[in-house]
């Protein structure tokens, strides 16, 4: 009998290509997916670990849930709910000592395993199974093979975890030992992506530069040499990575930048702080002078290249000259794209528990001055395209009938107005106007006629 799975994620890109796998593992099972969970016999909360107050949130979504799961019991039927994903991991006992409605607990590291979990939770004894352990195989030798239809724009998780351990993250915790997967098993569901009507891809890894997977003639190939080779796949357009860590941008990879016309003229290179005292807190291995040259040589790779970064105010010991310095390097390197966020423990970090913990009052008229810098760049980013044709690859429907949303090499949205059936197409569009957050244009080939 059909059954319906609900997953609701949380969080990062990673988060989300699990999440379609995790689809992809259960619909031999007999399960399709469904928008809501009220109906649903399966719900799946895939959560993210990243953000503030991360479990109080999936702790307040279960008690809708526990409602939801309690009716669906009352009209005779059964709902499992299942918790996977970086809270999971962190959290897993102690998520199923305070959520009785739990049935089921796993990590990012083990949801290949998921129809054998699945049958054991829907067993009549009730049984609750939590699986946090990180298994020596790897996962992805496990997954189903990636078929049918895909969005034009999709992600392909190239490696996993990280040995990185900065001080504020929980990453290394949750996800793992860094794992990158072999060449070959990428480069097949890169293709069959593409088959399946992708015409973008993003790779990603929790920290993706540092790839060094397994290559066909058996050595370690790094991020540049796989680009360089999916860009032989005829029809993949687009490449993109994320995110990578300044001190893994090696020359392979700037290379690539210079070479690959398919690798997009956009990079998300965090930063974190412009402080060299404050990197070395933070355990970043890299200098402020570090991500100067690194910066310097992309550019001159890719003189068009648009920069996106992270930044965090507030990390345990920041002073007002730290910052300072951060809204400096901010103000000389110049962004498209910032995520900037006020520094908030996570519990077993080692800055949890640093001293000079910065009060709350400060962080915030830190972060009020940088995201004012950073809100600023954007806008002239994007007033500066005002003009320009660039090549837009339409992605979806807009909000208003005839409009379509695309992106702009730089990955900024672009609303369009043209046909549903052009979804997929990658069309010159001439910028229009321009808000902090995206562009309007015209089809080119409209403009001229
Ligand atoms: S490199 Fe990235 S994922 Fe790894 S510990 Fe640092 S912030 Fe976390």
Partial sequence: MAKRVYIKTYGCQMNVYDSARMAELLAPLGFTVTQTAKDADLVILNTCHIRERAAEKVYSELGKIRRMKAAKA?????????????VAQAEGTEMMRRAACVDLVFGPQSYHRLPKLIARALRADGDRVLDTSFPVEPKFDFLPETTGPRDVATFLTVQEGCDKFCSFCVVPYTRGAEYSRPVIQVVAEARRLVRGGAREITLLGQ???SYHGEGPDGREW???????KLAELAGLDRIRYTTSHPRD?????????RDVPQLMPFLHLPMQSGSDHILAAMNRRHTVADYRRIVERLRSARSDLALSTDLIVGHPGESDLDHRATLDLVDEVCFAQAFSFKYSPRPGTPAASAP????????????????LLLANQRRNFNAACIGRTL???LEKPGRHEGQLIGRSPYLQSVHVTAAAERVGEIVPALITAASANSLSASLAEVVRA
């Fill in 391 to 393: 090549p837009v690859l």
């Fill in 207 to 209: 920290n993706v530069n």
């Fill in 356 to 371: 000079c913990q910065i009060p709350d009052d400060v962080k915030t008229q830190r972060l009020g001055e940088l995201q």
């Fill in 249 to 257: 941008v090696d020359d392979e990879l700037i290379a690539a930048h």
């Fill in 74 to 86: 009352g009209r005779g039927g059964r709902m499992i709910v299942a918790v996977a994903g970086c």
């Fill in 222 to 228: 790094r991020l540049g040499e796989l680009i360089r």
